[in-house]
C-alpha cells in the first residue's frame, strides 16, 4: 500500500497520457486533482526529456476549475498575478503567495478546531463571512499595492501624509485579525 505522505510520481508519456507510478494506471488531470485535494503532493514529470511538469499541470487544473465557473480566484487577484511577471516584484511574489496561504490554511484549521470544541459562531470574531473577506481584500491590498498599475494621469495627488495614515490603519487592521486569529 502506498505511503500517502510520499510524493506521488506521475509521469507523462509521448503520447500525452499520464501514469500514475504507484498504481500503474493511467489518470486524467481531475483523478489528479482527487489526489491534491485528498492532501498528496505531486510531481509530474516528462518521461523523454524528465522535465518537471507539475506546475504547468497544476495551472491547467485551476484554469479548467476557473472556466467551469467554480471561481476561486478574483479577477483582480489574477490581474496583479499578471503584473507581477512584468515588475520587479517577481521575486517577492511566490514568498508572499506561499506565506499567505499557509497562513490561511493555518487560519482554516485553526477555525476548524474551534467549530469542533463547539463554539456558537466563530466567524463573528471576524464580523462574519462578509467581514473576513473584507479583512482578506485589505490584507492583499496592502501587500500588494500598486505594483504594475500604471498612474491615471488626471487622478488627484494623495498627499504622503494620508498614504502613511492609511498604511498604519491596514497595519492596525492586520494586527487586529492576526490577535483574533491567535484566540479562535
Known amino acids: 500500500m502506498p505511503d500517502p505522505s510520499s510524493k506521488l510520481l506521475i509521469k507523462r508519456y509521448a503520447s500525452r497520457r499520464l501514469y500514475n507510478t504507484e498504481t500503474s494506471d493511467y489518470v486524467t488531470l481531475d483523478d489528479i486533482a482527487g489526489f491534491i ?13 524528465g522535465d518537471d511538469l507539475t506546475r504547468q499541470f497544476l495551472l491547467q487544473i485551476i484554469t479548467e476549475h476557473e472556466s467551469k465557473g467554480e471561481n476561486v480566484l478574483p479577477v483582480n ?35 476548524v478546531e474551534k467549530m469542533q470544541d ?6 463573528a470574531a471576524f464580523g462574519g463571512f462578509e467581514g473576513w ?28 501624509e494620508n498614504n502613511a495614515e492609511d498604511l498604519d490603519e491596514i497595519k492596525k487592521q492586520l494586527a487586529e485579525l492576526q490577535a483574533k486569529l491567535a484566540k479562535l
Open 37 to 49: 485535494r485528498a492532501g498528496r503532493e505531486v510531481e509530474i514529470i516528462d518521461l523523454k526529456t
Open 77 to 111: 487577484v489574477l490581474t496583479d498575478l499578471v503584473r507581477s511577471y512584468t515588475d520587479n516584484a517577481q521575486s517577492f511574489v511566490p514568498d508572499f503567495l506561499s506565506q499567505s496561504f499557509d497562513m490561511l490554511k493555518q487560519g482554516q484549521a485553526d477555525m
Open 133 to 160: 473577506q473584507q479583512k482578506q481584500q485589505e490584507f492583499m491590498s496592502a501587500m500588494l499595492g500598486n505594483w504594475g498599475r500604471k498612474p491615471v494621469e488626471d487622478a488627484p495627488e494623495t498627499a504622503p
Open 118 to 123: 463547539s463554539i456558537p459562531d466563530p466567524m
